[in-house]
C-alpha cells in the first residue's frame, strides 16, 4: 500500500524531530464595517464591492487597540488550546506589517502583554505571506532543538494603514490575529514542508510609501498620501494566481501526494476570485476549498491564521488530515505548506 504522504523532513534533517501545531486561536475586533457602510465613505456600492471582491464586511480595530493587543488576545486562546502557560513558552514570533511602532518590535510588546517573561522575541515582515514564513522559522528551532515551545502570530491593523478616501483600496481590509503553538508532540507528522518565495523586481505593485529610511514622515510624506498602501491591483491578480498555484504544487510534490490527498485548502483570504482562480488550477473541490474573507476581508499575515483556526473549530478537519495553506503578499512574497493535523 502506498504511503499517505512522504515526509520530505526526514529526509533532508537526519537530527530534527517532527513539529506540530499543537494549539491555535484568532482574535477579530467587535466593530463590524458592512459594505452599506462603505458606500456612505467613498463612491462605491455593495454589489460592486461584493462581485468583484466577496468581501460583505470587514471588522475594524478600536482606536486605542493596537496589533500586539489583538495579536496577545489571539495568542492566549492558541495557549488555552495547547494547554500551556506563558512561562513554557520559549520564542514568539509575530508576522505583521503593521507594527505598533518601528520598534520595538510587536512581539517585544506581546511578550510583555502575556506574560512570557522567559521568552525571545522578534517581527517577520513578508506581508501577507507572513504567517508561513513565520511557520517556517519557528519550526526550525523546533526541528534543531533549540526550543521546546515557539508561538507564532500574524496579526495586522491595517485600518491603520488604509487611505479611507481610496474607493479601490479601503473596501478590502481589515484588521484581526491568528496564532499557533509550535512544539514536538511524539507520532505526528505536523509541518510536512513549506516552499517560499519572493520577487523584489515587483516591489512597487504593493507598498507603502511612506515611513522608513527611504522617505522619513515628513508634512509633504504625509500631504502626499505616501504613508497609505498603495497596490495596482490588476497586475498584483495576476501574480498572485500564478505564484500561489505554483508554490502549492511544488509543496505536493515534495510530499509525493495530489490534491485528492487534501483534506482542507485554506488560500489567501484576499479577493474571491483570487481564491476561485486558484482552486480551480490546482483542481481543488469546492468543499475543500475553505472561504472566510467574506465575514474579514484581507487581513494579510492573519488571514491563514484566523482560518485555520474556524477551520479547526468547526470540526472541518480530524487529526491525521492534510491541510494545504497557499499564500501571496507584497514584496512580492508567496508560500506554501502542507501540514497533517
Given at each position: 500500500?502506498?504511503?499517505?504522504?512522504?515526509?520530505?523532513?526526514?529526509q533532508?534533517?537526519?537530527?530534527?524531530?517532527?513539529?506540530?501545531?499543537?494549539?491555535?486561536?484568532?482574535?477579530?475586533?467587535?466593530?463590524?464595517?458592512?459594505?452599506?457602510?462603505?458606500?456612505?465613505?467613498?463612491?462605491?456600492t455593495?454589489?460592486?464591492?461584493?462581485?468583484?471582491?466577496?468581501?460583505?464586511?470587514?471588522?475594524?480595530?478600536?482606536?486605542?487597540?493596537?496589533?500586539?493587543?489583538?495579536?496577545?488576545?489571539?495568542a492566549?486562546?492558541?495557549?488555552?488550546?495547547?494547554?500551556i502557560?506563558?512561562?513554557?513558552i520559549?520564542?514568539?514570533?509575530?508576522?505583521?506589517?503593521?507594527?505598533?511602532?518601528?520598534f520595538?518590535?510587536?512581539?517585544?510588546?506581546?511578550?510583555?502583554?502575556?506574560?512570557?517573561?522567559?521568552?525571545?522575541?522578534?517581527?517577520?515582515?513578508?506581508?501577507?505571506s507572513?504567517?508561513?514564513?513565520?511557520?517556517?522559522?519557528?519550526?526550525?528551532f523546533?526541528?534543531s532543538?533549540?526550543?521546546?515551545?515557539?508561538?507564532?502570530?500574524?496579526?495586522e491593523?491595517?485600518?491603520?494603514?488604509?487611505?479611507?478616501?481610496?474607493?479601490?483600496?479601503?473596501?478590502?481590509?481589515?484588521?484581526?490575529?491568528?496564532?499557533?503553538?509550535?512544539?514536538?508532540?511524539?507520532?505526528?507528522?505536523?509541518?510536512?514542508?513549506?516552499v517560499?518565495?519572493?520577487?523584489?523586481?515587483?516591489?512597487?505593485?504593493l507598498?507603502?510609501p511612506?515611513?522608513?529610511s527611504?522617505?522619513?514622515?515628513?508634512?509633504?510624506?504625509?500631504?502626499?498620501?505616501?504613508h497609505?498602501?498603495?497596490?495596482?491591483?490588476?497586475?498584483?491578480?495576476?501574480?498572485?494566481?500564478?505564484?500561489?498555484?505554483s508554490?502549492?504544487?511544488?509543496?505536493?510534490r515534495?510530499?509525493?501526494i495530489?490534491?485528492?490527498?487534501?483534506?482542507?485548502?485554506?488560500?489567501?483570504?484576499?479577493?474571491?476570485?483570487?481564491?476561485?482562480?486558484?482552486?480551480?488550477?490546482?483542481?481543488?473541490?469546492?468543499?475543500?476549498?475553505?472561504?472566510?474573507?467574506?465575514?474579514?476581508?484581507?487581513?494579510?499575515?492573519?488571514?491563514?491564521a484566523?482560518?485555520?483556526?474556524?477551520?479547526?473549530?468547526?470540526?472541518?478537519?480530524?487529526?491525521g488530515?492534510?491541510?494545504?495553506?497557499?499564500?501571496?503578499?507584497?514584496?512580492?512574497?508567496?508560500?506554501?505548506?502542507?501540514?497533517?493535523?
Amino acid at each position: 500500500m502506498k504511503p499517505k504522504f512522504k515526509n520530505p523532513r526526514a529526509q533532508h534533517n537526519f537530527q530534527g524531530r517532527p513539529c506540530s501545531i499543537a494549539g491555535v486561536g484568532s482574535y477579530v475586533p467587535e466593530r463590524i464595517l458592512t459594505n452599506a457602510e462603505l458606500e456612505k465613505m467613498v463612491d462605491t456600492t455593495d454589489e460592486w464591492i461584493t462581485s468583484r471582491t466577496g468581501i460583505r464586511e470587514r471588522r475594524i480595530a478600536a482606536v486605542d487597540e493596537f496589533t500586539s493587543d489583538l495579536a496577545a488576545k489571539a495568542a492566549k486562546r492558541a495557549m488555552k488550546m495547547a494547554g500551556i502557560t506563558a512561562d513554557k513558552i520559549d520564542l514568539i514570533i509575530v508576522a505583521t506589517l503593521t507594527p505598533d511602532m518601528q520598534f520595538p518590535s510587536t512581539a517585544c510588546l506581546v511578550q510583555r502583554k502575556i506574560g512570557a517573561a522567559r521568552a525571545a522575541a522578534f517581527d517577520v515582515e513578508a506581508a501577507c505571506s507572513g504567517f508561513i514564513y513565520a511557520l517556517e522559522i519557528g519550526q526550525q528551532f523546533i526541528l534543531s532543538r533549540t526550543y521546546e515551545t515557539v508561538l507564532v502570530i500574524g496579526a495586522e491593523k491595517l485600518s491603520s494603514i488604509v487611505n479611507w478616501k481610496d474607493r479601490n483600496t479601503c473596501v478590502l481590509f481589515g484588521d484581526g490575529a491568528g496564532a499557533a503553538i509550535l512544539q514536538h508532540r511524539e507520532n505526528t507528522h505536523g509541518l510536512l514542508t513549506a516552499v517560499m518565495g519572493a520577487d523584489g523586481n515587483k516591489a512597487d505593485l504593493l507598498s507603502m510609501p511612506g515611513g522608513g529610511s527611504a522617505c522619513p514622515a515628513t508634512l509633504e510624506s504625509v500631504a502626499a498620501g505616501l504613508h497609505f498602501l498603495r497596490m495596482d491591483g490588476k497586475e498584483t491578480f495576476k501574480n498572485a494566481v500564478n505564484a500561489m498555484v505554483s508554490a502549492a504544487h511544488e509543496a505536493l510534490r515534495r510530499c509525493d501526494i495530489d490534491i485528492t490527498r487534501i483534506k482542507c485548502v485554506i488560500p489567501h483570504q484576499a479577493n474571491q476570485r483570487i481564491v476561485d482562480a486558484v482552486g480551480e488550477r490546482l483542481k481543488a473541490t469546492p468543499e475543500q476549498i475553505f472561504v472566510n474573507l467574506h465575514k474579514y476581508g484581507n487581513t494579510s499575515a492573519a488571514s491563514v491564521a484566523i482560518a485555520l483556526d474556524e477551520v479547526v473549530a468547526s470540526g472541518k478537519i480530524q487529526r491525521g488530515d492534510l491541510v494545504l495553506l497557499v499564500v501571496f503578499g507584497a514584496g512580492l512574497t508567496w508560500g506554501a505548506a502542507v501540514i497533517e493535523w
